[in-house]
């Protein structure tokens, strides 16, 4: 089928990822992801939640939100939804998934994205902006001398994939994603190991082999956004 952008169904939108976007956080990146753009930046806090105090473990975790102008109609602002809930613990779950926090020492990394512009996919742009963020804060501690290695333990990133009129697409738009029968956000290491799978029926169900087709194209599209995160953070990870 004929996209809208002129990609063929099993591209990915056009990708960039500008580091230490911001001038004071510890890591930091704009991604851009078609026309979604998120700036992800990570900040090192010399403490860790109260569960952990004591125990030489550090902790990850993240924060979400857009823009009120970011989509086609304004988001009020101070009006969190179960979705931002949802999406900032996934970013969350997904960067401890593949960080070491026992070598981190008791501090916390708290990232935070902020979605200045939506167009389909800001988790998964979200995700994978975030880890970049995430190494190069990390490796600014190392740099200080206050641990001997960047613990992170994998590459991750973060697609969509979906079904829309019976075809099987990869990196959804929004006028793909609000149309689409069956629509995923996977999230996978470059061991290929998965670490979510969030997938739906919006208008009809789906079979085990058209799920084995969508899981083939995230890992296709998961595997060249994390060639682009080595060729970024070589010298660092």
Known sequence: ?????????????????????????????????????????????????????????????????????????RIPR?????????IQRLVGRSLRAVTDMRKMGERTVWIDCDVIQ?????????????????ADALYKIKKGGSISNVPIKDFVAATSVGILNGDPLLDLSYEEDSRADVDMNIVMTSKNEFIEIQGTSERRTFNKEQMDKLLELATKGIGELITLQKKLLDGVL
Request: proline share 4%; net charge positive.
């Open 1 to 73: 089928m004929a996209r809208p952008d002129g990609r063929g169904w099993d591209k990915i939108r056009n990708v960039n990822i500008t580091r230490n976007y911001l001038k004071y956080a510890e890591g930091s990146c704009l991604i851009e992801l078609g026309n979604t753009k998120v700036i992800c930046s990570a900040t090192v806090d010399e403490n860790v939640p109260p569960f952990l105090k004591g125990s030489g473990t550090g902790w990850v975790t993240a924060e979400y939100g857009m823009l009120p102008r970011s989509c086609q109609t």
């Open 78 to 86: 101070g009006k969190d939804s179960g979705r931002t809930y949802e």
């Open 118 to 134: 939506g167009d389909g996919g800001t988790r998964t742009a979200s995700i994978t902006g975030s880890f970049v963020a995430l």
